[in-house]
């Protein structure tokens, strides 16, 4: 698998390549279908969790506005305090934490407040379940940096379309990095792409989405006695990702 080139996305001109979006047109083949990763974990396991989508379910944006429709959701609910702009992140929600609405960074939110954020979070993953034209999966490996885990995530991803030979995209976020690969059926050592086909911001939502999935994944493998009321959200709401790839 190799890097996209690093030039500016313009739509495609001539050629069977004429109905390629131009937020694709950097990629060095047209994309059967995009991967969207988010890794998680602690430091005796590495869990990744990915929304996988067609290249024709992205452009539709239905799972995008499904999830931006998810969003509006919390803005207007009065027992939450989510704004515009923040983002989503699952450990936070899970530690029943939301942004403060009193000056004074000595209260903590009430217990239930911590419930309304913690209900967040499944919420979040049942709206997962019914993305349009996407599919999740998960993958576990143990005693791995980040970098050996996107690595090996890149890997297993890749060896699943080797056997079609089809072009596929993957944006992989860690705690350091957010960077898009291809994925193409070959050997090549995967390396990130300075650019992308989507600017990070427009596909923002599926990386939260993703980042959901990861984190339950990973308390569901990991069983930290804190969270165990998260141990079974996986299988009881994903039953298809909680058969991980084995990194």
């Not at 704004?83 to 217990?111: E, H, I, N, V």
């Amino acid at each position: 698998m190799s890097a996209s080139e690093n030039h500016p996305a313009v739509p495609a001109a001539g050629g069977e390549d004429e109905h390629i979006s131009p937020m694709f047109a950097n990629a060095n083949n047209p994309p059967g279908s995009v991967y969207f990763t988010v890794l998680s974990g602690g430091p005796d396991m590495s869990v990744a969790g990915w929304l996988h989508l067609s290249y024709e379910a992205l452009e539709s944006k239905e799972a995008l506005d499904v999830w931006g429709e998810f969003r509006e959701e919390l803005y207007t609910d009065p027992a939450l305090n989510i704004r515009r702009g923040d983002m989503l992140r699952a450990r936070k929600l899970a530690a029943g934490q939301g942004r403060p609405r009193f000056p004074s960074a000595r209260r903590g939110p009430s217990k239930a407040e911590q419930l309304g954020y913690r209900r967040v979070l499944r919420r979040g993953l049942e709206v997962v379940a019914r993305l349009p034209g996407t599919t999740v999966g998960t993958a576990l490996g143990r005693g791995m940096s980040p970098a050996a885990t996107t690595e090996a995530v890149l890997g297993g991803l890749s060896s699943r379309h080797a056997r079609d030979r089809s072009s596929t995209l993957a944006l992989i976020r860690t705690p350091a990095v957010t960077a898009w690969y291809e994925l193409t059926p070959g050997p090549t050592v995967p390396s990130p792409a300075q650019g992308g086909p989507y600017a990070t911001a427009e596909v923002g939502g599926l990386l939260e989405a993703a980042e959901f999935v990861a984190y339950c994944a990973y308390q569901h493998y990991a069983r930290s006695h804190h969270r165990r009321f998260l141990w079974e959200w996986l299988p009881e709401l994903l039953p298809d990702a909680a058969r991980p790839l084995a990194l």
